[in-house]
């Protein structure tokens, strides 16, 4: 150990596929000698981290906030024991990730840190659409959000006025309310008729997409989505009529 202290990568694994993976994150995890490693990573990735000391810390909601204490001390122990320490988060760490309070143990306990991005769901789920999030015309605005506040069960709502003004918005955890989402969305604002899709599983071989608009979405009209999943609001996200762009191209 160089110094008093380990070293320790706040890494972004990317949305689901391995193959989504930057190749500097593949790179720290050949190296490193422990990976702390968050519940949704896929175990092709975690693999590839051969010999190092593998510690899943995947946590469910509800009980979040002591387990996020815990994995924070875990990570400063790892760090005061080993050279190279990587913690491993879905998607992009500095999205809905709680890196805030890691890098606050981290600097807490003097240990010095990197941070190495993701493929975030948001973005992953606009690959499986073949929708750009922006549009010329369309789009010039791109909310990430979340109804959930992470204080425990009160809610804030700051997020209703982030997808209400944004011509995009994309919802993450927030699936088990979908309906309740949209009933708040459409009460401050959002037009009725706004299309939304729901992307199950961006990047994985059984992906899903479940569309309809927001006002169907608060009658319930979706009964069932699979985990995780994002909400994806906006017009952008309107099914294109395939013919009818054929005709528009003077096909
Ligand atoms: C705790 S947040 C972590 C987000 C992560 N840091 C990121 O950048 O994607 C977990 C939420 O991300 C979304 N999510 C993660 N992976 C996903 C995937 N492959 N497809 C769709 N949504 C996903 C879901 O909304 C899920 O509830």
């Not at 009980?63 to 992009?92: M, N, P």
């Amino acid at each position: 150990v160089n110094g008093l202290h380990g070293t320790v990568w706040l890494v972004g694994a990317g949305p689901g596929a391995p193959d989504l993976l930057t190749l500097r994150a593949a790179r720290l995890l050949q190296e490193a000698d422990v990976v702390l490693y968050d519940a949704l990573v896929h175990p092709e990735i975690v693999a590839l981290a051969g010999n190092a000391r593998k510690i899943s810390v995947g946590k469910r909601s509800g009980r979040i906030s002591t387990e996020q204490r815990f994995i924070d001390r875990a990570l400063v122990e790892a760090a005061r024991h080993h050279a190279r320490v990587v913690r491993l988060k879905g998607g992009d760490p500095m999205l809905f990730g709680r890196a805030q309070e890691e890098i606050d143990a981290l600097e807490a306990a003097g240990i010095e840190y990197h941070v190495v991005p993701g493929v975030t769901a948001a973005l992953a789920a606009a690959a499986e659409l073949r929708t750009p999030l922006t549009s010329r015309g369309l789009s010039r605005s791109v909310a990430f959000a979340t109804a959930r506040s992470g204080r425990g069960t009160g809610e804030d709502d700051g997020w209703v006025d982030a997808i209400v003004g944004a011509d995009t918005g994309i919802l993450y955890m927030g699936v088990e309310h979908a309906a309740r989402i949209a009933v708040s969305l459409i009460a401050a604002g959002k037009a009725a008729l706004t299309p939304v899709a729901i992307v199950e599983r961006a990047s994985h071989p059984d992906s899903r997409t479940l569309r309809c608009t927001l006002a169907g979405l608060a009658r319930g009209e979706i009964a069932e989505i699979a985990t995780p999943a994002v909400l994806c609001i906006g017009e952008v996200f309107a099914k294109r009529d395939a013919e009818a762009l054929q005709i528009a191209a003077g096909l």
